[in-house]
């Protein structure tokens, strides 16, 4: 049974930064398209990036570029989300979330983990 669970969240400046993590069970990374996903109250839910583990391709949204890193650390199965240079609207509820194969949009993921709340203050 594919299992994920997202921590790390906070309360944090504008312009400081937080790692998220998320332990995974039941999947290789090898063989799911794995991410991280937000939601603000009223917004829809977005995917802020999700890579393929099959070769590595990795889908970042805009706003996330430049700012944002996914990793993982297979060893301990553990997905990472670091973020950098945050922003007041990068305020949201944060999810992993994971399917085989490939990435196919924010409504396309199979397992969700419960979320992380990040705040970010002006």
């Known amino acids: 049974e594919v299992q994920l669970q997202a921590s790390g969240g906070g309360l944090v400046q504008a312009g400081g930064s937080l790692r998220l993590s998320c332990q995974v069970s039941?999947?290789?990374?090898?063989?799911?398209?794995i991410g991280w996903f937000r939601q603000a109250p009223g917004k829809e839910r977005e995917a802020v990036v999700c890579?393929?583990?099959?070769?590595?391709?990795?889908y970042y949204t805009d706003s996330a570029k430049g700012r944002f890193t996914i990793s993982s650390d297979n060893a301990k199965n553990t997905l990472y989300l670091q973020m950098n240079s945050l922003k007041p609207e990068d305020t949201a509820v944060y999810y992993c979330?994971?399917?085989?194969?490939?990435?196919?949009?924010?409504?396309?993921?199979?397992?969700w983990g419960k979320g992380t709340q990040v705040t970010v203050s002006s």
């Open positions: 890579i393929e583990g099959s070769d590595g391709t990795t």
């Open positions: 979330a994971t399917r085989p194969d490939r990435f196919e949009g924010p409504y396309g993921m199979d397992y």
């Open positions: 039941g999947l290789s990374f090898d063989d799911y398209a």
